[in-house]
């Protein structure tokens, strides 16, 4: 903003008198209507056009003080469109550099931990222009991520969760964008270069983060399900999750909810009670403490675990413990 300090100083020196009047317009505290208040700039709106509409608004004084310095600065043509945040009291000098700067308004959209994309895609329908559809095409541009994961369908493990402020109207392709460029950045050399001390490729661990992200919530639970499932997958045993069928479920359209014991055996690719070794692809988009659980096992020899019923799990290393384990929280669960 230095030229524009510049011109406004150049302008006290040139023209003492008109100069004096506009830097006390400028810097003349407004009331305004109090709180925030949010201006939307359409796109090619003159500053003139601005000023006028920013004082019908109530949001400055008068328009003419914010006209006379966007000429100063030789700044009467196309004012950056967006939204603009307006605090109070405002002089139109706080207003000028806001604008000039084009220091447009960001709203915050939050993607939290453990959506599938379809999900994420359901909760954002109503905040993208063009709903749905925008959102699934965006979600098959494989090639944001192809350099990484050449076997990619879709964006399904790197959209990443996390709050991003984007502006009003941001399409879904922006938007989702953002989401796997986020991705790349959590998801950095070290991490890349774990993956390939374990043998396993970026999707292998996007995927058993996944595994990890549906079966616990609990941070200093979630290296122990990894070691589970990393021990599980060295001695060729299947992986028995849960999640995997709910998401097989969830891709035909006929999760209820509920998991029943027939749906254990729905021939699906992601069923691994059929199937031995990590499912085709993640199953949700995973956290950073999943991403770092999955690289970072305990050192443990845990096979199983169990549910506690209070989101907890209990931990065991052979079948007789587990099966101990079970019958211990079914009684509780009775009671």
């Known amino acids: 903003m230095r030229p524009v300090r510049a011109a406004l100083a150049a302008a006290v020196l040139l023209l003492p008198a008109p100069a004096a009047w506009l830097t006390r317009e400028l810097n003349r505290p407004f009331p305004g209507p109090g709180g925030g208040v949010l201006y939307e700039v359409e796109k090619g709106r003159s500053a003139r056009s601005v000023a006028a509409g920013l004082a019908d608004a109530g949001i400055i004084r008068s328009a003419l003080p914010l006209r006379a310095a966007f ?137 058993l983060a996944s595994l990890i992200e549906e079966e616990t919530s609990i941070d200093g639970e979630r290296a122990l399900v990894s070691a589970v499932f990393h021990n599980r997958l060295k001695i060729g045993m299947k992986l028995d999750c849960d999640p995997t069928v709910i998401y097989a479920l969830k891709l035909e359209g006929r999760y209820t909810g509920r998991l029943l014991l027939r749906d254990l055996k729905l021939p699906s690719p992601y069923n691994t009670y059929l199937r031995a070794g990590l499912p085709p692809g993640p199953i949700s988009n995973p956290g950073e403490p999943s991403l770092h659980a999955a690289l970072h096992p305990a050192p443990e020899k845990f096979l199983y675990f169990v549910s506690r019923n209070d989101g907890s799990h209990r931990f065991s290393r052979t079948f007789a413990e587990h099966l101990e384990a079970v019958r211990e929280y079914r009684e509780l669960k009775k009671n």
């Not at 307006?86 to 960001?106: C, D, H, I, M, V």
């Not at 359901?122 to 090639?143: C, H, I």
Request: hydrophobic letters at 40%.
């Open 71 to 207: 000429r100063l600065c030789g700044s009467t043509n196309r004012i950056k469109a967006g939204e603009y945040e307006f605090s109070f009291p405002l002089n139109a000098k706080q207003a000028l550099f806001k604008l000039l700067e084009g220091r447009t308004y960001l709203h915050p959209v939050t993607v939290p931990e453990g959506l599938t994309g379809m999900e994420i895609e359901e909760a954002l329908k109503d905040r993208l222009p063009g709903g749905s559809g925008a959102f699934r095409e965006a979600f098959l541009r494989t090639g944001l991520i192809s350099d990484w994961d050449p076997e990619a369908r879709d964006l399904e493990g790197y959209l990443f969760p996390d709050t991003y402020r984007v502006p009003r109207g941001v399409t879904a392709a922006d938007l989702v964008e953002a989401m796997v460029g986020r991705f790349r950045e959590v998801f950095d050399g070290g991490r890349r270069a774990r993956a390939e001390e374990l043998g396993l490729s970026v999707r292998d661990v996007v995927t």
